[in-house]
């Protein structure tokens, strides 16, 4: 996989059967990725360049419509990037209440 310097719109998108990403981050593809595979995927490949790929992806055949993750990391290889799995510390904020002030306008 080569980075892509040319103009044209970002997108990264899934099909029946295939991740198309055009001029797409490494976080653009794991954002979609966690989505897919209903699981938290970060990118810390540290790059920050924009590709063009096509990953082939084996379609589901589980009853619940959910893509096999194994089969999805082993098609990742084809393009570049490895996936492990890690524990990694988020950050989140918490709200105990909100209230809802007026203001003129």
């Known amino acids: 996989m080569k980075p892509e310097t040319g103009p044209g ?6 099909g029946m059967d295939k991740i ?15 989505g897919v595979l209903r699981t938290p995927l970060v990118d810390q490949t540290g ?13 589901s055949t589980s ?6 993750a194994g089969a999805i990391i082993s098609s990742l290889r ?9 524990t990694v510390t988020q950050q989140y904020l918490a709200a105990d209440s909100a209230e809802y002030v007026p203001s003129a306008n």
């Open 9 to 14: 719109r970002e997108a990264v998108a899934f």
């Open 47 to 59: 790059l920050t360049e924009k590709y063009t790929f096509e990953l082939k992806v084996p379609q």
């Open 78 to 86: 084809d393009i570049g990037p490895t996936v492990v799995s890690t």
């Open 20 to 34: 198309n990403g055009n001029r797409a981050t490494m976080d653009n593809l794991s954002d979609l990725l966690s």
């Open 63 to 68: 009853p619940s419509g959910q893509y096999d």
